[in-house]
Every structure is written in C-alpha cells, then in structure tokens.
C-alpha cells in the first residue's frame, strides 16, 4: 500500500484547534475599548452643562467600576429616586456630549484586542458586542479601531432592550441568530459584576477582563470560571477544555 505522505498531526495538536467554545458575547467598555478617562471626563462636562458641581471623584470611581447605565449611574450620583425622570434627562445630555465626539477622543482600544478577536475567528468562535452601553455609539467606536467586521452582532441599549444582567437579551436576539450554539458552547466576556451575573442569569461560563475596571473584590467573589490579564487570552481559553 502507497504510503500517503501526509504529516502526522502531534498528540493534542488537532484538538488545540477545535474550539471548546463556538460563541463569544463580549462587552464593550472595559474589555473591548478602555472607555474609563472618557466616561470621567464626559460625566464632569454633563455636570458642567447642568451648572452642577462635579461629584467626588471617589464616587464617580465607584459608579463607573459597577457598570450601571447612563441613567441608573447618575441615579446614584444625585441621589434620584427610581422614577425620577431627571434621571433621563442627565442620561440623554450625558449621550449628547459623548456620541459627540468627547467620548471617542479620549477611549482607546486595549492591547491585544485586535489579535484576540483574529484568534478566535481563527480558531471558529464567532463574536459578538453586548454592552448596556448606549447603541449609537458602538458602531462608530468599533468602526473607527477597524474591528467591527469581527462581529456579527452588535447589541447595545435601546429602546426596548433589556439590559444585563437580566437575560432577555440572551433569549430574544442572541439565542435565535445563533441557533446551532448551545449555552454550554457560549461564553460571556466582561470586565463587571454585571457581565458575570449575565454570565449565570443565561447558564454560560464567565470569563472576567480582571484588566478592566470592575471591581475586583466583587467579581471575585462571584467565582468566573476564566480570569484574563489581556484580551488576547480569551482565545486560549476558547481552544483549552478544563
């Protein structure tokens, strides 16, 4: 019989390529794009705007580590009831001066980001953006760091969106474009407390951007199955069973 000439793969070098996972739901704001100084600087400027005082810079640190919206974040920052319909008002401004140029200027993409997401496509793990962060200004952010063709949905807040953690996001869009990706498949990808909650809220491993701005005391505590120190590991994790 001919021998066929074809090269041996090594013991485990075959299954290396075949990814565990075969779906990524990324966040956006500290994971993809470091958005931190532009967040500061445009909540200072819609204080500004209102002829407000900014607020302590320690709370402002703690409102952007927590991932809350635009809305529910300045809730918290002046003490606004729930219902209060100041809280969109400040949420709108707020949208206003960032989509305006202000927050783009000062975000810049993390190290690794770009090789990260070439990596899982290469290793068939398709992508996704899901962030509460609102919808008007991803596209635009993910276009001009010349990523936005790794991804085949981008989902932000909108009306009638449902934010994380709660899971209908998952169930409504996510779950039905992708209809041949169990949630065993899956793996949620964020730097917050509220991307690891989605994380459990949909039955699918949490991988933490530990390099993000979450607090870190509080997403440990909440037990990720993967912890990443740079983006670009996300692919090794996608690839790797146990």
């Given at each position: 019989?001919?021998?066929?000439?074809?090269?041996?793969?090594?013991?485990?070098?075959?299954?290396?390529?075949?990814?565990?996972?075969?779906?990524?739901?990324?966040?956006?704001?500290?994971t993809i794009c470091s958005t931190h100084d532009a967040v500061r600087h445009v909540i200072d400027l819609t204080f500004a705007s209102f002829d407000r005082p900014a607020p302590d810079a320690a709370e402002v640190e703690s409102a952007i580590g927590s991932g809350a919206?635009?809305?529910d974040l300045f809730g918290g920052l002046l003490g606004l009831e729930p219902d209060d319909p100041e809280r969109a008002a400040w949420a709108g401004r707020y949208r206003e001066i960032y989509n305006g140029g202000e927050g783009l200027a000062l975000t810049e993409l993390f190290p690794g980001v770009r090789e990260g997401l070439e990596s899982l496509a290469a290793a068939g793990c398709r992508s996704i953006v899901l962030s509460n962060k609102g919808e008007t200004s991803l596209a635009p952010a993910l276009r001009h760091f010349g990523i936005d063709e790794h991804f085949e949905m981008v989902i932000g807040d909108a009306p009638g969106f449902v934010r994380k953690p709660r899971p209908d996001s998952y169930h409504?869009?996510?779950?039905?474009?992708?209809?041949?990706?169990?949630?065993?498949?899956?793996?949620?990808?964020?730097?917050?407390?509220?991307?690891?909650?989605?994380?459990?809220?949909?039955?699918?491993?949490a991988f933490w951007a530990r390099y993000g701005f979450g607090n870190a005391e509080t997403c440990k505590a909440l037990k990720p199955e993967r912890t990443l120190d740079a983006f670009n590991e996300a692919a090794d994790f996608a690839t790797a069973a146990g």
């Open positions: 019989m001919k021998a066929c000439g074809c090269k041996r793969s090594r013991p485990g070098e075959e299954r290396s390529k075949t990814p565990v996972y075969k779906l990524a739901i990324i966040d956006f704001d500290g919206v635009a809305s409504t869009l996510i779950a039905p474009r992708f209809p041949g990706i169990r949630p065993e498949q899956t793996f949620m990808l964020g730097d917050t407390e509220t991307d690891i909650r989605f994380a459990r809220n949909i039955g699918v491993p």
